[in-house]
């Protein structure tokens, strides 16, 4: 059996080292999540797509979209959801799911302006080099009116809690990536990514400044994760 290459990008985002780590993890990527979330990954994918609305006939941009496995829940409302992702390897790991995928930059994302009814990406705009630049990009590709989801790690809320949680970020996480990941090295860079990312209300400031209007957050999981949701001025 051929060994899988370990590839772990760095905190500086460089967009080659995050397509290639991604590339690495493809393979058993949504399995790893299921298994380091407790099953709580089907949770969040349904809380975002309630956050979304998404209804027939709107047309959704599922950002980092991976494997697809988000796209497909997005498309439980009859919307006509495309997934975007910058890895090749994910792409190609979920290209037997019915949905259509584009290989993109969330920093130059290839699509018109004002294209979509709504723009989400989940727990993908931590590893973009430029986040703001991201948020400006979902912005222009988005309909006037049209809204965005970010569903991201976030900051635990109770005090007891975070500290549980960020030991089990550096060092439980590692070992249980270690038993099912194809990448386990990945996996530190995504504990290391986490402790680093703006807590809620620091993310929904910089979502307001990059232009989007009427900034609001909810925590899932205690503030494990948390969903921030805007919208493009006009009609």
Known sequence: MAKTQSVRASLDKQPHEVASMFDGVARRYDLTNTVISAGQDRYWRWMTRRAIAPRPGEQILDLAAGTGVSTVELGKSGAW??????SQGMLAAGRFRKVPMVAGDAMALP????????????FGLRNVADTDLAMREMLRVTKPGGRLVICEFSTPVIPVFKTIYMEYLMKALPRVARAVSSNPDAYVYLAESIRAWPNQRQLG???????????????????????????KLGS
Not at 81 to 86: I, M
Not at 112 to 121: C, E, K, L, P, Y
Not at 222 to 229: D, E, F, I, P, W
């Open 81 to 86: 959801c495309v997934a975007a992702d910058f």
């Open 111 to 122: 699509f018109a302006d004002n294209s979509f009814d709504a723009v989400t990406i989940s």
């Open 205 to 231: 400031r910089r979502v307001a400044d990059a232009g989007w209007a009427g900034v609001k957050w909810r925590n899932l999981t205690g503030g494990v994760v948390a969903l921030h949701r805007g919208y």
